[in-house]
Antibody, heavy 117, light 110 residues
Framework: EVQLVQSGAEVKKPGESLSISCKAS????????ITWVRQMPEKGLEWMGR????????NYGPSFQGHVTISADKSISTAYLQWSSLNASDTAIYYC??????????WGQGTLVTVSS | QSALTQPASVSGSPGQSITISCTGT?????????VSWYQQHPGKAPKLMIY???KRPSGVSNRFSGSKSGNTASLTISGLQADDEGDYYC??????????FGGGTKVTVL
């Protein structure tokens, strides 16, 4: 059974760093990309970027380039979304998803990140 | 890339059919047959309903169908049921390994 299990909710202060994770199981991790999607409070889905775990090649949406880093450790089938300096507008639910060619077919449960002073 | 344009809300009575539009540009929806649709219930993760414009994943009801004309993709839900209530998002490939979502449509079953 394909599963993507994300790390738990986080509460951070502005300026702090953060890394959230997405652990995959039930399939060959290097055979599918991992995509990250943001959902701000009461708002829609936004495509942030994706990583090919086989070679760690990444692509980012224009709004996210330079503000977040997507990485993966294929030895433990885990992808990461990282911030070096959070701000209040990063408050959102973040989803990881397995990308089968052109669509996201399996999703994680989401990680709520709250940034508040 | 700008978000794809969807109506904010669509409603229908049980048993009726509704259609949700998703308008992009010649750089995304119009150039590729790679539009997918997702259903999201409150507090839940999105669920894939349609991919590559008109294909249904295993387990998705055949009441859901997708199509495309020019720069606009559409999702039709026929035989509307109470459980179809929720938010629906389209997503299109936009070239250079970039994807873009629509703003989302709230479906209400009257």
């Amino acid at each position: 059974e394909v599963q993507l299990v994300q790390s738990g909710a986080e509460v951070k202060k502005p300026g702090e760093s953060l890394s959230i994770s997405c652990k995959a199981s039930g399939y060959r991790f290097t055979s599918f990309w991992i995509t990250w999607v943001r959902q701000m409070p009461e708002k829609g889905l936004e495509w942030m970027g994706r990583i090919d775990p086989s070679d760690s090649h990444t692509n980012y949406g224009p709004s996210f380039q330079g503000h977040v880093t997507i990485s993966a450790d294929k030895s433990i089938s885990t992808a990461y979304l990282q911030w070096s300096s959070l701000n209040a507008s990063d408050t959102a639910i973040y989803y990881c998803a397995r990308q089968e060619a052109t669509e996201a077919d399996y999703w994680g449960q989401g990680t709520l990140v709250t940034v508040s002073s | 890339q700008s978000a794809l344009t969807q109506p904010a809300s669509v409603s229908g009575s049980p048993g009726q059919s509704i259609t949700i539009s998703c308008t992009g540009t010649s750089s995304d929806v119009g150039s590729y047959n790679f539009v997918s649709w997702y259903q999201q219930h409150p507090g839940k993760a999105p669920k894939l309903m349609i991919y590559e414009g008109s294909k249904r994943p295993s387990g998705v009801s055949n009441r859901f169908s997708g199509s495309k004309s020019g720069n606009t993709a559409s999702l039709t839900i026929s035989g509307l049921q109470a459980d179809d209530e929720g938010d629906y998002y389209c997503c299109s490939y936009a070239g250079s390994f970039i994807w873009v979502f629509g703003g989302g449509t709230k479906v209400t079953v009257l």
